[in-house]
Nanobody
Framework: QVRLVESGGGLVQAGGSLRLSCAAS????????MAWYRQAPGKQRELVAD???????NYADSVKGRFTISRDNAKNTVYLQMNSLKPEDTAVYYC??????WGQGTQVTVSS
């Protein structure tokens, strides 16, 4: 069973940047799709970005051009680089991996 642990969240001003990391335990990381989701208060969890085992990426329209997802298979880690952050990016960000395993989430708060 894969276990996912997110880190890198925090408080940042609008226009700032953060990089989230999701470290996966276990040896089944590399072939699998990994994804970042987020959930703001009172809203449904939504897909932010995902990346296949081969490195193909997909982004929500709201983050295209600002966020970049990447992975390091040697380190069993997936990243989310978030630039030009907006207050509407405020949410708990979750990592999702093989067998629909979820991390515990990391809070991102963007102040105006």
């Amino acid at each position: 069973q894969v276990r996912l642990v997110e880190s890198g969240g925090g408080l940042v001003q609008a226009g700032g940047s953060l990089r989230l990391s999701c470290a996966a335990s276990g040896s089944i990381f590399s072939p699998y799709r990994m994804a970042w989701y987020r959930q703001a208060p009172g809203k449904q969890r939504e897909l932010v970005a995902d990346i296949t085992g081969g490195g193909s990426t997909n982004y929500a329209d709201s983050v295209k051009g600002r966020f970049t997802i990447s992975r390091d298979n040697a380190k069993n880690t997936v990243y989310l680089q978030m630039n030009s952050l907006k207050p509407e990016d405020t949410a708990v960000y979750y990592c999702n991996g093989p067998n629909n395993v979820w991390g515990q989430g990391t809070q991102v708060t963007v102040s105006s």
